[in-house]
Nanobody, 126 residues
Framework: QVPLVESGGGSVQAGGSLRLSCAASGYTDSGYCMGWFRQAPGKEREGVATITSGGRMLYPTDSVKGRFTISKDNAKFYLQMNSLKPEDTAMYYC?????????????????????WGQGTQVTVSS
């Protein structure tokens, strides 16, 4: 088990910023994948950003490119969200799993991750 705890969600107006944090205890192995996902009501969970332990980032969702940035600092991971839009409103989750040796980037499919945080709500009003 890898406990993951998110924080930093909240309510902002369109154009505002939020920074989500994910504390990942128990990750002493250097080969891991960490991802941020979101799920809006009635929609499937989608990958927002992933990062390897070596710092390779992937942004699979076009709508967040240039606005969201994933980063890490030892066992903490972050999602900086700028220029927020109402359509960014969702529950945001961090997730983790060991990185497979052949993976250059971490995958963005939610079904590929083993460990999940409890989620943090982000609400953007117009």
């Amino acid at each position: 088990q890898v406990p993951l705890v998110e924080s930093g969600g909240g309510s902002v107006q369109a154009g505002g910023s939020l920074r989500l944090s994910c504390a990942a205890s128990g990750y002493t192995d250097s080969g891991y994948c960490m991802g941020w996902f979101r799920q809006a009501p009635g929609k499937e969970r989608e990958g927002v950003a992933t990062i390897t332990s070596g710092g390779r980032m992937l942004y699979p969702t076009d709508s967040v490119k240039g606005r969201f940035t994933i980063s890490k600092d030892n066992a903490k991971f972050y999602l900086q969200m700028n220029s927020l839009k109402p359509e960014d409103t969702a529950m945001y989750y961090c997730a983790a799993r060991p990185r497979l040796g052949w993976e250059y980037y971490c995958p963005s499919g939610a079904n590929l991750y083993n460990y999940w945080g409890q989620g943090t709500q982000v609400t953007v009003s117009s």
